[in-house]
């Protein structure tokens, strides 16, 4: 693990994990993958910080969550994007776009 | 919404559920990794290890999801709950002391609740009982309370009224329309009301078997009808369903029967049969509109307003009045009261200030306990600063403290309901009979839902400050300036000051409340009666039967019996009388004039309580002869008519100074025929209807009355009770279809009346009690920890020369200013509480001084008792040890 990896700010583990799973249903570690995937390996969120924050987004009912089996045949709890998840995904990714605006607006102008 | 609280409920329920998932979970993420590492080349063993190493401390995970999930709360709440336990099990003297007053004051309020429950709050068995109310007039003329209709003018009343729905009448009082039924065994006696046929379908009600009366039963000359209680049909008539239709023999007459009411239908109160107003009438009584003896009972329609039925009645009245102006005078208005007001009225000031002082005993227990828990706080100061430097928050400090308090009170609230199940028992014995319905009290759903409400309020009382002070911790002050010195402190200590003048002001309350029933219960205990209770035997015996219709008859039955009676062995006087003495406030009124009155100054006389008697009555009774004569035989329908008067009486009505024998007085003197009666003696004041006031009284031979007595009394030598078979077998040897009702002695009868006041003392007495001992107890903890908290600065005191007096007298003046200002507070809020309780009191002003300054005088000493002893510990301070002390 060499790569330099950008930090994660502070509240945006959310909005990846909704990113990615508006693409379609995964488990937990699909959504490590996948987001490392997207980021071109990027970013690499730990199974620590990963699962506490899929349950709290599930308990909000941003997702929801059931047991079926995977490609493999074994079984695995999958997660998916609720309405509601849809919705907030937008919000977030709409404040985002509106704050590294706003950063690159600052940097510019330095 | 509901999907996120169910998902949470889930948690809570399925809690290892979710654990195995979460390990699942998790155990498949890892092998994952396993398996993507072992795809990238590294050996299995190497796998693993690199996969665990990436995946970090799994224990904190799961505790992080744990958190996510909010399953932590439940979590924490069973931590809090066994350290809760914990504490408590480690302050046992402390839990002791506070379950006890939690369970005392918790049981007090439940058994009181459970009461006003059952008697007040639970509806009547009537449908849309709030529409029903009870009618009768009073005189404004003769200040007379209470005037009853006749059956004629209860006719008009129905006819020209509109603003109810349906209109009933009843007799005013179950009492005295007794009747023997014969052909069932031995004789017996029921109670019976005479109501008109609207009565049932007014109240709303409808038989269990058979049916109430219709329009054709209530007409004079119909068939005779009754309608049974359940209570007469279950013991009586064994339950017998094919009864409806058969007959009954009642007063020798047959009657038939139509009707079983169902068990809850009590009303009027006693009553346990019913039988048409009109059928047992012939025309002329009907239409007699001096015959008064009933009170009507109203549906109002939809909408109508008491104040507009008021005004309604009050017309037809007016309009009465001048229709018939030798029955109905002008003086009279209509009193209408709502049908529950009517049945609970007088029960209610009693179980309203009963549950009052019950909540007052609670508030103290609370404050109590609060005081404690404040003490504890500030010894658990060091715990609750470490707790919070280890990153506990403040809400979460507040909510374990809360949940201790809860735990306290829950343990309280639960042996409070198993007292409240004895202490219902013991109020039930003690509590007067008549108060209505108090024989159903127990503890049911409702009860219990109110001391659930009432335990957690209690937890929140007393829990609420405590949690918050102690969980106000400074960590920056507090670790810096050491274990002894305490963020805080100053502010709990003031909070305790107050808690305990509360405690003080509060048991004032109850202290004084008491007082003034006791010294009310003992001024009506000392009340003369006018009459010697010991050794007196009384019955009902109403004659029944075509054959005691003739006067005569009726009182040879009577000058026999009585003759029989003063025969026995043992009997020293026998007599009889219309109606005896605290039979209830019920009795005969009778107006009178003096000479050279006219007719509207008779009007504004008194109104007199009129008794028949035979000659030996006053010797039976132990009435005292104040002057003239007693009667005697030779007072008959031949001699002259004569009076006997009550002392009272005498004094008022005649000019002072002139001697009341000889006098002339009339009865009834708006009847042109009464005769002018001449006063032959005077005799003392018998409470004939109630212990708390005098009222005139009238008495008058047997021999020149038609009225018929109603009871025998009987003085005897030795046991009243023994007599009893006596007198059974005297009366059923002179006619065997008679029978004897209601034996009472008279000290029995003295101590029915005084069971309401009786019952309010005992229980306020002891809420008192128990609140001044807590307060006690309240005043010693504060007074003890200061001296504990004090004990460096005594220390320097003495060092510096201080006299142990010097020390005495500090900790004393700290006590004392605390009981003073809770004493003022108490007093004025005294004044306030005790207004409500004038009703309740005799012959004690409800800001009786004495009782005020002697009930403060007595809390003074207590709470410098209470004070004495942690002072005189506080002057054992060695000082040397003393200046030691952290």
Redesign the interface.
Known sequence: MTQSKADLLQGTLDMLILKTLSLGSL???GVIQRIRQMSSEMLDV???SL???L??I????WVTSK?ETNETG????FYSLTRAGRKQLAVEEESWDRLSLAIAKMREAS | MLSRFMKRLRALMRKDELENELDEELRYHLEREIEGNMASGMSPEEARRAARRSFGGVEQSKENCRDARQVRLLDEFWQDIRYGVRMLVKNPGFTFVAVLALALGIGANTAIYSVIDTVLLRPLPFAEQERLVVLWKRDTTANNPLVELSVAEFADWQKQSTVFESLAAMPTTVYGYGYTVTGRGEPFQVESARVSDSFFPTLGVQANLGRTFIEEDDRPGAGRTVVLNHRFWRDRLNMDSGIIGQQITLRGENYTIVGVMPPEFDFPKGAEMWAPLRASMNQRTVENRGNVFLQAIGRLKPGVTIEQANAEMNTIIAQLARQYPEANAGGHRVVITPLAHHIFGDARPALHLLLAASVLLLLIACINIANFLLARATVRHKEVTLRAALGASRGRLVRQFLTESVLLAAIGGTCGLLLAHWMIKLLLYFAPADIPRIEMVSIDVSVMTFTCVVTLLTAVMFGLAPALTASKVDLNESLKEGSTKVAGARHSHRLRSWLVIAEVAVTLVLLISASLVVRSFLNLKQVPLGFDPRNVLTAQLSLQGQKYRDVRERRDFFKRLLERLEAQPGVIAAGAVLIRPLEGTIGWDMPFATEGQTLDETKRNAVPNYEVITPHYFRAMGIQIVKGRDFTEEDTEQTPEVVIISETMARRIFKPDTDPLGQQVKLEPTDSESPWRTVVGVVSDVRYRELSSVRYDVYVPYRQSTVTFRYVTIRTATDPLALIPTLRREVSALDETQAVADVRTMEQLVARSLARPRFSMLLLGFFAFFAAALSSVGIYGILSYSVMQRTNEIGIRVALGAQRSDILKLVIRQGMVLTAIGIVIGLSASLAFTRVMSSLLYNVSVTDPVTFVAVAALLTVVALLACYIPARRATKLDPLLALKHE
């Open positions: 488990h937990g570690y730990e199974q620590g699962y506490p924050a349950y709290r599930e308990q909000r009912g047991w074994r079984r695995a709890k």
